[in-house]
Structure formats: structure tokens, C-alpha cells
């Protein structure tokens, strides 16, 4: 197929979509004209546009995750809000706060241990972006999670090529208040969560405290007499304080801390060995050729390991945020500024085996400072208008070894053992730099038609100094700089046919910035481009049924360009262990799709709410791919962490049993298709870097009433093995991939 005719293809797809969301609304205007003026107490405001405004009014592609549902679906991580938004998606590389995300297909296909940490989607808490950090959050004490899908490049900035996730806290309010949450499930798992507002002065200043800690055995346990697994502990606090010296002035400072440790990287073997530790282990090709090691291989075994090392895995971040907004009247002016430090941390085995072959030290420290300002007219005018500017600098330095074990003699001169010789090493410094303009602008034609243009100027500068080693001897010495300069528009037309329906159309361009390598290595150029994104989309949001049933449906088609894929594998050169990371830019990509999603209150006790994506991710022409040191023609071929199908079904019925207590049960769905969850899938078509697909189903009943809850819960209900990703470094038994497992616990809470 011609580029030109897939590209007409996603254009009747779109067409198609359009017509069947047009059909829907013009179905729905009879019904939703009826309760046009009537205010609809179950509205959802966000702050997709930094404004308030209901979600239905956005013309933006967006699911908006609010504190009931957070408390309803017991939202703990990432992965549970993403199962109520349709085409997105994560991978776990083994731990909490590492997780690569993907909207629409759109996700970062770098190294996550990179100095500066890289992504395709904002993360903003408050204003504040903390990508740098982490992409998995505290959820404690939230007021609404959006994902917005699409490049959000006017008002989320850099990296937001696929999308951003713009989370709000629960601010401090004037009065005392509080709440307490004790959760105890599988695997000794022991959490409490809590929150306290305290107002210091009457009007003036009010202080609100928020925190999580919880600690599990966890559900992977070693074998090995040294014992553990993948126990960990968790713990993260936040404190605010609002200070309104006037009705005009609102002046927001935040502190936050989290911490996690864990004692393995978590995952199980496979059996599948890839082909550089194929021939270093058993002297074989790549294959399911690894030893059972006395646990076997999943999906037989789901919860067991045998190293012979202790590990320890974490991440600990802090930040710190102030956030001034001061309404002039005709106008509003917002001041954002903060600071964040994040440490990542491997230590111990790394082969994961019972062997003694190889073990790793990795501290990598990351930090990074922004700040923004920006202007934006109050109230709905003739030309409502936003401009700024934004600032920052992202900085990172990685200390890097692996280690020969005692049992080692295949790496080493002679064949004589090298207990303690480094293999690898990496000392790394890099820091990008970013300045930015931007600004946004709306004609209000009449009350139905409106017209917006957005354009933001986006300035990067990275520099990156590093020392590369191979068995102990200096590779490589780096010094090098480069510059990058974007302007990337927005336009989006809307146009209301009755006051509960909206219909939009929008094309907008993302950026990501290029940089240099950490190495010379011979097999890639010194410099890798920037990626630039444009997005196509046509959606409409309507009411139904005098507002009781919510819906919106988008279709949309990006075009990708200089996509930046990873290069990462070892080869033995004359018994030497010797190893290639880099950045590379694949020709161009496409993704291209639908998503809708519903909510429906079907009686006052009884609701649903459904989503449905699908997306068609895959690259239109990469000729010279480097998979593992083999170059392939991967033109055509699906995208790393871009599942073609995501559905998912939430319902929840309540019951009055007394004149205070409801009871509840909630049944929640979700279903995600096959997945190329590592490059090395290209390579190895029959291995654990395909995910295969799953469905999930969790189950929560409890009673309720204004102040108290208890819920009991199960998830994976009925213990799907599944996976979202497979990793490979020098794993003797294979590849790793982390293991789904049931969850049975009870939650009890009280608000005060």
C-alpha cells in the first residue's frame, strides 16, 4: 500500500467516525434540548485550557478522573486511571515509578535510565511538570486526573507530543477537615492513607497535609537462601499552604516527598534467551534455551526466582512548587516555579539467576527547575486570549558499573575468573536548557461558532559529558552540544448545534528535541533530530436522555516524523564483552484511529460508563532498523507499547439498607490486545516481547454513607496471567517479564 493511499484510508476512517458521531448527535438534539438551561449537578470541571470549564465544552480529546471515581475504583497507580481512558497505554520496568506511558500509540521509545529523563507525554501536577521525576504519582488527597490525548504543545510545552496528564490537588480550604483510609490485602500488604486541613487564619492562610505509607511482602519471592523478593515499602507526603491576603490574590506553596524501595526488580523468567547471553551461557542460538533454575518459566511460574545476590531497587523524589494567581479583572496572571530532585537507584544481582555471573551498581540523580508565566482573559469574550513565556533547566548524572560474578570465566582473558572486573561502565553528565513562548487565542463568532489558534515557540539547548568503559578500559570520552528551535500551531474550529452539543475539529503539531549521543560508537551518528508530530482529529461530545447519559467520540490520524527509537544490545568482540546505547531516528510513523466513551446513569442507584479505542500505530518506513546488532526493514511493523484494542466497562449499583447506609458492588472491565512491549519483538517474533492480549476483571462490594465506607475487593478476579512487558539485560534463565497476580483486600475509611 502507498503512503498515499493509507493516508486516504485513515482519511475515510476519520469520515466514517464524523458521520456515525454526527448521526448520534443529531439523534440526541431533541432529547437534550429539552433540559437545555438546567444545571447538570453531575458536570465535570477541568482545566485542560487553564480555565475552569466543563469537560463538555472542551474541544479537546479528554477523560477527566475525579475523586469519586478515584475513591470508587481504589485508583492507586497510573495503570488504573489509564484503564478508564480509552488508547493509551504503560509498560512496568519493574517498579512503581518507572513506567513508560503511551497515548494513541504515541510513546517515548528511549532508554528510561537516561540522564535527562525524556517522554511523549507531560505530566503536570498543580502547574508544575514533574516528568523528570516520575510518571506514576501520589494519588492521595486529589481533586481530578485528566488525560488529554493529542499534542498539547500551548499549554503543556515540551515533550507533550502524544499527550499530557494535568493532575489537581486538593487545595487548602477554610475549615477543619480530615479523612483516614486503612487498606490490608494479599501478600501481607499493609497501607493507610490520610489527609488533614487545618485553617491557620480566618480567610488568610489554611494548611493542608496529605500522605501515603504502605509496605507489602510482596508477590514474588526468592527461593534463594538470601531470601526476599519483591517486597517494598512506600511512603510519600505533601503539604500545602494557601495564603489569600486578598479576594483578588491566591498564593499556593507545596512540598512533596516519596519514597520507594524494593528488593528486587520485579519480574519472573521466561526461558527465552536472547542471542548474545544465548551463545555467552549455553554456546546456543537465541531461543527458549535458558536453565529452570529450580523455579521454571512463566506462565507456570508466576511467582518465584532464584539470585543469588540481594538486590535493591527504588526511586526517591521531592519537590517544591509556589503558584501565584493574582485576577486583574479584565484578566487573570499565574506565576508557577519549582524545583525537583529524583534519585534512581539498582543495586545487586543481575543475571537472575542462581549463577554468580554478573551484578550492577546504578545511582542516577536527576533535577530540574521551571518556571512560567502567564496572562489569560477572564470570562467569555468576543476573543478570549491566553499568552506566556516558560523557562527551565533539566539536569542528570548517572554512575554506572556491571560487574563480573565469581563464576565468570567466559568474559574474561585466559578464561581465568574475574571476580569483581567492571564489564561495563558509564559516567554521565548531561542538562538541557528550554525557553518558550507561547499563546492562544479564541473568536467567539456567536455563542455556537467558535475559532481557536495556538502557536508556541519552544528554544532547547543539551549538553551531555560522559566516559564510557568496557572491561575496565576507557571506549570512548564524550563532550558535545547541541541546539534545537521549534514553532509548533494549533488550530481548532468548534461549533455548538444546541447548548449540549459539541462538535470540533483540530490539527495541531508536537515537538520533541534532538541531542547527542552518549558515545561515539561507530554505529550511529553523533547528533539524533527531533521528533515533530502532526495530529488530525474530529470529535463531538453530546448529552443524552435530559443529561443522564454522557458521550464523546473522537477520530484522529498522526503523522510521525524522525521517531527517536532506542539502540541498545551487547556483543562479544574476541571474548570481550562490549556494549551499544544510542538514540536513532526512524524515517516517519503513523497512528491512526477512533475512541469514544460513555457515562450513563441508568436509574438514580444504577450507573455505567464504557470506553472503546482503537489505534493503528506503525511505521511507515524504517528501512535500516538496528534490532540487537541485526539491521531490519521494520517498515509497516506495529510500534513499541501501541495495542491496537483497549475496552473497558465500569457499573455500580447501590442500595439503601438503612435510613444512613448504602450498600454497593462495582464490577470493573478492561481488555487490552496484543503488544510489542521491546524492539527486540522485531528480531524475535516467537518470544515474551510480544504481550499477548488480557482482560481483567476486579469486583468491589461495600457499604457507604456520608462520613464512612468499607469496601471489600478483588482484583483479577479471576487470576488472568498477563503481562505489559519484557525486559533483557543478562538474565540467565531469559528474558523477565513482570507477572499479573490477585489482589483480595479490604478497605475502611473515614472522613471527618
Known amino acids: 500500500m502507498t503512503g498515499a493511499s493509507k493516508f486516504n484510508g485513515a482519511n475515510r476512517f476519520i469520515g466514517r467516525t464524523a458521520l456515525i458521531a454526527l448521526a448520534a448527535g443529531i439523534a440526541a438534539t431533541p432529547a437534550a434540548a429539552q433540559e437545555a438551561g438546567a444545571a447538570n449537578p453531575d458536570d465535570i ?19 477527566a478522573v475525579t475523586a469519586d471515581t478515584l475513591k470508587k475504583q481504589n485508583v492507586q497507580s497510573v495503570e488504573d486511571y489509564f484503564a478508564l481512558t480509552p488508547n493509551v497505554s504503560f509498560q512496568s520496568n519493574g517498579s512503581r515509578d518507572r513506567k513508560d506511558l503511551a497515548i494513541r500509540g504515541i510513546s517515548n521509545q528511549l532508554n528510561p535510565y537516561a540522564d535527562v529523563r525524556q517522554a511523549t507525554s507531560a505530566l503536570y501536577i498543580d502547574d508544575f511538570n514533574i516528568s523528570a521525576a516520575t510518571s506514576n504519582p501520589q494519588i492521595v488527597d486529589l481533586e481530578r486526573v485528566e488525560i488529554l490525548r493529542g499534542p498539547q504543545g500551548t499549554y503543556f510545552g515540551r515533550n507533550s507530543v502524544g499527550g499530557a496528564i494535568n493532575v489537581s490537588t486538593k487545595k487548602p480550604v477554610n475549615q477543619f477537615e480530615g479523612e483516614l483510609a486503612l487498606d490490608y490485602s494479599s501478600f501481607d500488604t499493609k497501607r493507610v492513607q490520610g489527609a488533614l486541613n487545618v485553617p491557620i487564619i480566618d480567610g488568610i492562610l489554611a494548611v493542608r497535609a496529605s500522605g501515603q505509607y504502605e509496605k507489602s511482602d510482596g508477590n514474588i519471592k526468592n527461593i534463594n537462601p538470601i531470601g526476599g523478593g ?19 490574590i491566591t498564593w499556593d506553596f507545596l512540598y512533596n516527598y516519596s519514597k520507594e524501595t524494593l528488593g528486587m526488580r520485579a519480574g519472573v523468567p521466561t526461558g527465552f534467551v536472547t542471542r548474545t547471553w544465548a551463545g555467552a551461557y549455553y554456546g546456543l542460538p537465541a531461543g527458549y534455551v535458558g536453565d529452570p533454575d529450580g523455579v521454571g518459566f512463566f506462565p507456570e511460574n508466576d511467582n518465584r526466582v532464584n539470585f543469588n545476590r540481594p538486590q535493591s531497587v527504588g526511586t526517591k523524589y521531592d519537590y517544591m512548587t509556589s503558584r501565584l494567581q493574582w485576577d486583574l479583572d479584565v484578566a487573570t496572571l499565574t506565576a508557577v516555579v519549582g524545583h525537583l530532585k529524583a534519585d534512581v537507584f539498582n543495586y545487586g544481582d543481575v543475571d537472575g539467576g542462581s549463577r554468580d555471573f554478573f551484578y550492577e551498581d546504578l545511582k542516577l540523580t536527576r533535577k530540574s527547575t521551571s518556571g512560567e508565566v502567564r496572562l489569560q482573559s477572564n470570562g467569555k469574550n468576543f476573543l478570549d486570549w491566553s499568552i506566556g513565556t516558560a523557562y527551565g533547566k533539566d539536569s542528570g548524572v548517572t554512575d554506572q558499573s556491571t560487574f563480573n560474578g565469581s563464576e565468570i570465566t567466559f568474559a574474561c582473558p585466559g578464561g581465568l575468573p574475574c571476580e569483581g572486573l567492571e564489564v561495563t561502565g558509564l559516567d554521565s553528565k548531561s542538562a538541557t536548557r528550554y525557553f518558550a513562548l507561547f499563546g492562544q487565542g479564541t473568536l467567539n463568532f456567536t455563542d455556537r461558532l467558535s475559532f481557536t489558534a495556538g502557536i508556541r515557540y519552544s528554544w532547547e539547548k543539551t549538553r551531555n559529558d560522559s566516559v564510557v568503559r568496557s572491561n575496565a578500559a576507557v571506549t570512548d570520552v564524550n563532550d558535545r552540544s547541541a541546539d534545537f528551535e521549534d514553532i509548533s500551531p494549533k488550530f481548532t474550529l468548534s461549533y455548538k448545534a444546541n447548548p449540549n452539543w459539541l462538535v470540533f475539529a483540530t490539527a495541531s503539531r508536537g515537538f520533541k528535541s534532538g541531542g547527542t549521543q552518549t558515545s561515539s560508537n561507530g554505529f550511529l551518528r553523533n547528533e539524533f533530530d527531533p521528533e515533530t508530530l502532526w495530529n488530525y482529529e474530529l470529535g463531538t461530545k453530546f448529552d443524552l436522555f435530559d443529561r443522564r447519559v454522557r458521550v464523546d467520540i473522537t477520530g484522529f490520524y498522526m503523522n510521525w516524523k524522525n521517531v527517536q527509537q532506542t539502540v541498545n544490545f551487547q556483543y562479544n568482540d574476541n571474548g570481550q564483552f562490549r556494549s551499544i546505547s544510542g538514540i536513532a531516528n526512524a524515517a ?9 466513551s460513555f457515562d450513563a446513569k441508568i436509574t438514580t442507584q444504577w450507573s455505567l460508563s464504557g470506553q472503546i479505542g482503537y489505534n493503528n500505530t506503525k511505521f511507515k518506513d524504517y ?11 521494520i517498515s509497516g511493523r506495529q510500534l513499541v507499547n501501541a495495542p491496537k484494542w ?23 472491565w478492561n481488555y487490552r490486545s496484543r503488544t510489542l512491549s521491546h524492539p527486540f519483538g522485531y528480531l524475535y517474533a516467537d518470544s515474551p516481547f510480544w504481550a499477548p492480549s488480557y482482560h481483567n476483571v476486579n469486583l468491589r462490594l461495600g457499604v457507604e454513607e456520608e462520613n464512612f465506607n468499607v ?4 482484583e483479577n478476579l479471576f487470576k488472568e496471567k498477563y503481562y505489559a512487558n519484557a525486559y533483557d539485560k543478562a538474565f540467565y534463565s531469559g528474558v523477565q517479564v513482570e507477572p499479573s497476580y490477585r489482589r483480595i483486600g479490604v478497605n475502611v475509611g473515614y472522613k471527618f
Open 711 to 714: 469496601t471489600f475487593y478483588v
Open 588 to 596: 516517519s510513523a503513523e497512528s491512526y484511529g477512533v475512541e469514544g
Open 45 to 63: 470541571i477541568v482545566t485542560a485550557q487553564r480555565r475552569s470549564e466543563s469537560i463538555q465544552n472542551v474541544p479537546i480529546a479528554i477523560t
Open 230 to 248: 519483591n517486597d517494598s515499602k512506600f511512603y510519600t507526603g505533601r503539604i500545602q499552604a494557601r495564603f489569600t491576603p486578598t479576594d483578588a
Open 623 to 633: 528501512p535500516n532498523a538496528l534490532i540487537n546488532g541485526t539491521t531490519l526493514n
Open 646 to 668: 483497549t475496552f473497558g466497562a465500569q457499573t455500580q449499583y447501590t442500595q439503601p439498607i438503612t435510613d444512613r447506609f448504602d450498600a454497593f458492588g462495582r464490577i470493573e
